[in-house]
């Protein structure tokens, strides 16, 4: 937010600044007009940039649709460009609080990265269940396989930020074999039940 509506709005304001300068060098017949006007472009370049960057950190379809159709979009967008089989299942009674949705659909982003980069797999599966006020998280494979590091061992930026991402929001997080023959389980587990009342409050007003 605060690189779109802050940084933006500096940039905006330095892409006039630089706009109004051209044009009065230009009044003049000054040389440096030209340079005025590469200023404008790179201010113009900066702000797009600084406001993709923004929309990167949280998915538009995140902001609109939620976690469920968010995270349906983006299996739907692996299957298309790395011909992977991707399958969600959720169920009706699973809901994603909005603090938690960004952090959850990173982990699962990275999942399914590591999933086909790391582990060749040809089918992802997604799935998200509630039960008593605990909702999972589960993102399986049938790749082959992930060792986990050693104790002590480095873990690599990537499982870093996956665990990272869990604590946030006060979940657990286990990765581990999805089954004797292979592939890979990442499972996060959370308490949700004020979370969740809290945001069906506010759709329901």
């Known amino acids: 937010q605060d690189l779109h509506d802050d940084l933006g709005q500096r940039l905006a304001g330095l892409a006039m600044l630089a706009h109004a300068l051209r044009v009065d060098l230009e009044a003049e017949s000054q040389p440096h007009a030209v340079k005025a006007a590469r200023l404008t472009e790179v201010a113009n370049e900066t702000m797009i940039a600084a406001r993709a960057l923004a929309k990167s950190f ?62 060749r797999a040809r089918r992802i599966v997604i799935s998200g269940s509630a039960r008593k006020g605990t909702s999972s998280l589960e993102i399986t494979d049938n790749g082959i396989g992930f060792q986990m590091p050693a104790q002590g061992a480095s873990s690599g930026i990537g499982l870093h930020l996956l665990g990272y991402r869990a604590r946030l929001i006060g979940a657990t997080l286990e990765i581990e074999r999805a089954s004797a023959e292979g592939g890979c389980r990442v499972k996060c587990v959370w308490e949700c039940v004020a979370e969740n009342a809290q945001d069906m409050a506010r759709e329901s007003r």
Do not use: W
């Open 58 to 119: 949280y998915p538009v379809e995140l902001e609109r649709h939620g976690f469920n159709i968010a995270t349906e979009d983006l299996a739907k967008g692996l299957e298309i460009i790395a011909g992977v089989e991707c399958e969600t299942r959720f169920d009706s009674e699973f809901h994603v609080g909005q603090d938690a949705a960004i952090h959850l659909y990173r982990i699962v982003q990275e999942s399914m990265t590591n999933a086909v980069k790391h582990g």
